[in-house]
């Protein structure tokens, strides 16, 4: 049997052409590997860190159930993204809110900063002492008072009924009282009967 002798150039180009089959046949091999990957197949330490992008991702493809907890942190999210229906209803807390950045905020138990109780509400009544001498001091001055009804406030007073010859010393809220109205007058020796008025309001309405 006859052998064939290649000359330096034959034997060049054959070893050429053998490397060049074998670099396709390694590439093509490795492209139906990869494309024939059998399912889940596929880990993360298949991946290289940070080469999956959104792009490869189908759409609905990652749910809430496959992020891990604590997975997502601020660094992931867009600034200016998330809106209301993002987040759950009563989920946020004082401890969740920068309260200095908040206007004024309404109260719904006071108006204008002044609380309920510090408005008036209800109807206004008189009421009106006996009219008689009233009770006489040590100084021949006679004293008086009237009060409202326990638990309403009292508006204003006064003494009433005193005679032209009369002469008013003092009228005032009797002290430690507050809704009694008290006065203090001088007859000036001269018999007079009087009372002491009140106008009062009903803080039960």
Not at 100 to 107: E, F, M, Q, R
């Amino acid at each position: 049997m006859f052998s064939t002798v290649l000359s330096p150039a034959a034997r060049l180009f054959r070893q050429q052409f053998m490397g060049l089959l074998a670099l396709v046949i390694v590439l093509t091999g490795g492209a139906a590997y990869a494309a024939t990957a059998a399912k889940n197949s596929v880990t993360s330490k298949s991946i290289k860190n940070g080469q999956v992008r959104v792009v490869d991702l189908a759409n609905g493809a990652v749910t809430t159930d496959k992020l891990g907890l604590d997975a997502v942190t601020t660094d992931q999210v867009k600034n200016g993204s998330l809106t209301g229906s993002d987040v759950a209803d009563s989920s946020l807390t004082g401890a969740d809110v920068n309260e200095s950045s908040l206007g004024v905020v309404p109260n719904a138990s006071q108006l204008g900063g002044v609380p309920a109780s510090g408005y008036l509400r209800g109807s206004v009544y008189k009421r009106e002492s006996a009219v008689d001498a009233g009770s006489t001091l040590g100084d021949g001055t006679s004293t008086k008072f009237q009060a409202c009804d326990a638990g309403d406030i009292l508006l204003s007073g006064g003494p009433a009924n005193l005679s032209a010859t009369t002469d008013l010393i003092e009228s005032f809220p009797s002290p430690g009282s507050t809704n009694s109205w008290s006065a203090r007058i001088d007859k000036n020796a001269v018999g007079d009967s009087w009372s002491v008025v009140v106008l009062c309001l009903d803080s039960t309405v």
